[in-house]
């Protein structure tokens, strides 16, 4: 996946820099944004990101709302969930709504390995 994009949505200020400065020093380009809005707002904007980090617990609108917009307008993005919540019904919904996977917090290093 080199040169590829990605992007972390997630409110918490701690768990965008966790993210960021690992995902960086594997060679990935890292764009941060602390809410579903505006990630939306950038996505309806450019070009998507090669993947998606997307935490489920935000204020206004959560992940399982942005998940549902982007199937509602047909944005095509690998979306990968990061939620605290371990609710079966929770993790159904995000799957169900398109995520590729569903990690519980705190993610790990090794959680995020990719090939």
């Known amino acids: 996946?080199?040169?590829s994009t990605v992007w972390v949505v997630d409110?918490?200020?701690?768990?965008?820099?966790?993210?960021?400065?690992?995902?960086?020093?594997?060679?990935?380009?890292?764009?941060?944004?602390d809410s579903g809005e505006q990630?939306?707002?950038?996505?309806?904007?450019?070009?998507?990101?090669?993947?998606l980090l997307l935490d489920i617990r935000m204020p206004r609108a959560c992940g399982l709302d942005v998940l549902a917009e982007m199937n509602r307008t047909g944005a095509r993005v690998p979306s990968i969930v990061l939620s605290a919540d371990k609710q079966i019904?929770?993790?159904?919904?995000?799957?169900?709504?398109?995520?590729?996977?569903?990690?519980v917090k705190p993610v790990e290093e090794v959680d995020l390995?990719?090939?």
Do not use: H, W
């Open 11 to 33: 409110d918490d200020a701690g768990v965008r820099t966790y993210l960021s400065d690992l995902l960086a020093m594997r060679g990935y380009g890292v764009s941060c944004f």
């Open 39 to 51: 990630f939306l707002r950038r996505l309806s904007n450019g070009v998507p990101p090669s993947l």
């Open 113 to 115: 390995e990719m090939p």
């Open 1 to 3: 996946m080199k040169n």
């Open 89 to 103: 019904p929770t993790v159904v919904q995000a799957m169900r709504l398109g995520a590729l996977d569903y990690l």
